[in-house]
């Protein structure tokens, strides 16, 4: 065999090891969701521990344990030392539940609340309707709402994200010649909180759903902005009662079709003067096959919100629509976007 077929065998064996690795993608998603349920690297962040004191410290039995990390390990979560033994790898240490930028609560949103609605995605894809309508017989929020102890986990994995992401946006955007800045629909007021301890002389308003607000007047003062900041519960999709020389929303846009999404749109014109500034932080779909993850969160909002990701064309378009002009997209290090408008 000469060396062009044996480079070519090569490429093609290594195309379907990747093949095999995506389609053996579930188990990953549950073995690291079992790891993070049973909260293994928050036991071993002290050092390595026997597989016997690990299931006692979990109720699970160590030859069970052992199978579990063991994998694991292939995966380069874990590492097995001694026989039998484990410790942390640099990549286990975000499976940890409170370290900087975890993945604790990801691990455990995506195993528990996504895995069994990603199950229906050919549903979906048929029938046009969300994989949680078709499970639960409601949407996604109102499930996460009325289930116990579920939205609890899903305000725990947005705060996770908004941690990440809110560094990212505060470094990218200059906030310092801004007087008031609205957060529209900002959660518990975490990325305000950031723009505002970054920028002293900014004021801010919060705009949020009543069950939120006392979350986020006690983030807001144990981050010591409270007397610059001013929060109103708010449905968005009625109104925006307020102004500023800023409105900015986070993941809100690509949680709904054109309908809805036009509906915040043109609310949010309604509150703002001309010149207004409007910054829409979300991730944008950029054309090309690289990997992308913004392309599998489109296919996550079409199973799991209706909701959609765009591209810069489709949001040039979205905010045209609703009378403003797209300024620019401004990346930020994190996997999310600014993109600027003007009234």
Known sequence: MNSENTAYMFSEHSDR??????????????????????????LLKDGQKHCDELGAK?????????????????????????????????????????????????????????YPIWNNLLQSIKAGETGSEYLYGMDFYQYCQEKSGVPKLFDEWMTTETEIEKEAIVEAYDFSSIKTIVDVGGGEGRLLAAILQKNPN??????????????????LEQSGVTERCE???TDILKSIPTRGD???????VENWQDDLATVVLQNCYQAMNEGDILLVCESVIHSGNEPSITKLRDLAGF???????????????????????????????GNIDIIKAIK
Do not use: W
């Not at 090891?17 to 993608?25: F, K, N, R, S, T």
């Not at 995966?75 to 240490?93: A, N």
């Not at 975000?94 to 195993?111: D, E, F, I």
């Open 17 to 42: 090891e990747a093949m095999l690795q995506m389609i053996d993608g579930f188990r990953i998603t549950q073995a690291i969701y079992v790891a993070a349920k049973l909260g293994i690297a928050d």
């Open 58 to 114: 979990t109720n699970i039995k160590s030859d069970s344990m052992y199978r579990l990390l063991r994998a694991l390990s292939s995966l380069g979560i874990f590492s097995e030392t001694d026989d039998r033994c484990f410790q942390l790898t640099s990549r286990g240490v975000y499976l940890q539940s409170h370290v900087p930028h975890s993945l604790h609560t990801m691990a455990l949103t995506k195993g528990e609340l996504m």
């Open 202 to 219: 900014l004021k801010g308003i919060l705009l949020e759903m009543p069950h939120l607000i006392k979350a986020a007047s006690n983030l």
């Open 231 to 233: 929060l109103k519960d």
């Open 246 to 252: 800023i409105l900015i929303m986070k993941h809100i």
């Open 303 to 333: 199973v799991i919100t209706s909701g959609k990701e765009r591209t810069a064309q489709e949001y040039r378009q979205l905010l045209e629509k609703t009378g403003f002009r797209m300024d620019s997209i401004i990346p930020t290090r």
